[in-house]
């Protein structure tokens, strides 16, 4: 069974910076991309970034200059370093993957692209 588990997430304040970590498990499990959703409450969950297996970023103008997403393929990991925090960026931040056999339409950064999902770990940033 392929599970994803995220954490790193906590409360900082405007400016700060945080660092969210997700490993993929799973027998034989090698997803083609990654990413990063956050949802934040009574809004859709948006995409923040993603990554392919050649280490290909997309990101959403909102995280453009601001986060980084980086994969450790030989982990099953990616990370997502959050820099200049800003309470817009408070939401819950899921990680989510994409299977070599999904049906599923390419899609880097909406979550209809993506199989699997982690819990999800809180980001709240304070003024």
């Known amino acids: 069974q392929v599970q994803l588990e995220e954490s790193g997430g906590g409360s900082v304040q405007a400016g700060g910076s945080l660092a969210l970590s997700c490993v993929a498990s799973?027998?034989?499990?090698?997803?083609?991309?990654m990413g990063w959703f956050r949802q934040a409450p009574g809004k859709e969950r948006e995409g923040v970034a993603s990554i392919d297996r050649s280490g290909d970023p997309t990101y959403a103008n909102s995280a453009k200059g601001r986060f980084t997403i980086s994969r450790d393929n030989a982990k099953n990991t990616i990370y997502l370093s959050l820099n200049s925090l800003q309470p817009e960026d408070t939401a819950m931040y899921y990680c989510?993957?994409?299977?070599?056999?999904?049906?599923?339409?390419?899609?880097?950064?909406?979550?209809?692209?993506?199989?699997?999902w982690g819990q999800g770990t809180q980001v709240t940033v304070s003024s």
């Open positions: 989510a993957s994409r299977s070599v056999t999904s049906w599923r339409p390419v899609a880097p950064l909406h979550p209809s692209g993506f199989d699997v």
């Open positions: 799973g027998y034989m499990y090698r997803p083609t991309r």
